[in-house]
C-alpha cells in the first residue's frame, strides 16, 4: 500500500514528539540561563503555494538578531549565543519545526523554507519549489551543511548566497521531487541524522 506524505510525517512526528519532550525542557533551561530571553525564535517564512507561516525554532541567536545583521549567518557571527553555537553545529535548534509538520506546515522531507526576501528574488523557473511542502530536512541541507563557513569566505556573503547558493538548492530540490519517495525520504533522514 502507498503511504502519503502526510501519514508519513505523522507515523514518525507525534512519537518523536512525545520522546523528546524531555530534551526540549533541557534545552528550553539551558537557553534560559544563558541570557534569560525567549526560549523559541519564530520568523515568518514562505510555505507551500506561496503561503506564509511562522517557523519553530531553538532561538541560537541574540534578542533582535535580525535588526543586528544580515538574514543569514557568516562564520562566527557574533549574534550567536553560547549555547546557540552548540545547537548550530549539531542542527538540535531545527528539533522544535516537527511542530510545523504536526500542524502541516511543514513536511519532514523538503525544500528549507526561505524567508520572503529571499523568494522574491526567485526567477520564474526558480518559484517552482513553492509548489513543493518545505521540510525540516533534505538533500540541499546536507551538502550545504556548512554554508555559514561557505560563505564566511565570500567577499559578499549574501551576493554569493543568492547568486550561487540559493539556486544550488532549488535545483536539488526540484531534481529530488521529481522521483521521491517515502522510501528516500527516509534514507534523506538517515543522512541528516548522520551527517556532521
Not at 533541557?26 to 534569560?36: C, F, P, Q, Y
Amino acid at each position: 500500500m502507498k503511504v502519503s506524505k502526510r501519514v508519513f510525517d505523522l507515523v514518525f512526528v507525534i512519537p518523536g514528539l512525545i520522546i523528546l519532550f524531555p530534551f526540549f525542557v533541557v534545552v528550553a533551561i539551558l537557553i534560559k540561563i544563558d541570557d534569560g530571553g525567549p526560549v523559541f525564535f519564530r520568523q515568518e517564512r514562505v510555505g507551500h503555494k506561496g503561503r506564509l507561516f511562522r517557523i519553530w525554532k531553538f532561538r541560537t541567536m541574540v534578542v533582535d538578531a535580525e535588526k543586528k545583521g544580515m538574514k543569514i549567518t557568516v562564520g562566527q557571527d557574533s549574534r550567536v549565543t553560547r549555547i546557540g553555537r552548540i545547537l548550530r553545529k549539531t542542527k538540535l535548534d531545527e528539533f522544535p519545526q516537527l511542530f510545523n509538520v504536526l500542524l502541516g506546515e511543514m513536511s519532514l522531507v523538503g525544500p528549507r523554507p526561505e524567508v520572503k526576501y529571499y523568494v522574491d528574488k526567485y526567477n520564474e523557473a526558480q518559484k517552482e519549489v513553492l509548489n513543493l511542502v518545505p521540510g525540516i530536512t533534505d538533500l540541499a541541507s546536507i551538502k550545504y551543511r556548512n554554508e555559514s563557513e561557505i560563505l564566511a569566505n565570500s567577499s559578499n556573503a549574501e551576493e554569493s548566497y543568492i547568486s550561487d547558493i540559493m539556486g544550488s538548492k532549488i535545483s536539488i530540490n526540484l531534481q529530488y521531487a521529481s522521483k521521491a519517495t517515502r522510501i528516500s525520504d527516509f534514507i534523506v533522514i538517515l543522512k541528516t541524522l548522520s551527517s556532521k
